[in-house]
């Protein structure tokens, strides 16, 4: 087993798991069959059904599971990892999808892993989440965990809007941009690197700003000390939205705030790979847009 510093010492060996995958993935249905069918032959006991599924959500937030594994792309990763962060339950990703950030295992390799999982070599690897609140005056209209990002932007109209943000309850600046991210080392290779952002290593505890489209506002990233706070506060006759994690955005109108800072859990993804491989993957990652049809 890797002697990695994020390793909890007092893991025990995983015998229940559960996996699962999104409806709509290709091929998934199959893919977790066979891959339920295979573990069971190993010993393992093994339930799955569909993330989505709400009996089989429960028995993971009770934590009845060791493991989840999820088969899918990094959406399919980042719901899976709202269910198991705040309940620790770590998650192996079986790659469906085009990119694989989160991912550890390709499609059609999950096979040679197996004996690893049955002889404990393998460590956990711990990623910041964040948790946002949003509030009018002293209501609050909601608050969620989330391992990329929140995003406070502008609305339908193709007009930027006026976000001022507070850092530790002190001023940093105000923007006038399309919209404002608040990211995670996670979610530093997600949206707010397509807006010009750095690659933060996925082990940082830190949130990173970036400004989307700024007009003459501040149009440089800014990664905040370890267990720093940023508020945003909309300040515009125009209408803005707050996207978490790219779920279903909510409204916001002039004054209303968005509290986002690091929350205490986090999530955990089981690894095969040496530590080092985030840097030995950025690369062909950042070369080979599968989107764009011109990948290798």
Known sequence: MYNCPDMSADMQSITRIAVITYPGVPGAIEEMNQVTEVLGKHGFQVSQGMLNDDSLRKRVQDQEFDLLIALGGDGT???AGHLC???DVPILGINLGRFGFLTEIQQNKWQQSIDRLLSDDYW???????RAEAWRSDELLGDWIVLNEVVVTRGSLVRPVQLIARVDGRYLTTYVADGLIAATPTGSTAYAL??????LPPDLRNILLVAVAPHLSLDRAIILAEGSTVNIEVS????AVLSPDGQEPIELINGDRVEVYADEHTVQFLRFQDPGYFYRNITPHMSNNPS?????
């Open 124 to 130: 956990i690897e711990k990623r910041m989440m964040l």
């Open 236 to 239: 515009s006759e125009y209408q």
């Open 85 to 87: 962060g705040p309940v």
């Open 194 to 199: 397509a807006a010009g952002g750095p690659i």
């Open 292 to 296: 764009t049809g011109n990948h290798r």
């Open 77 to 79: 990763m980042l719901r």
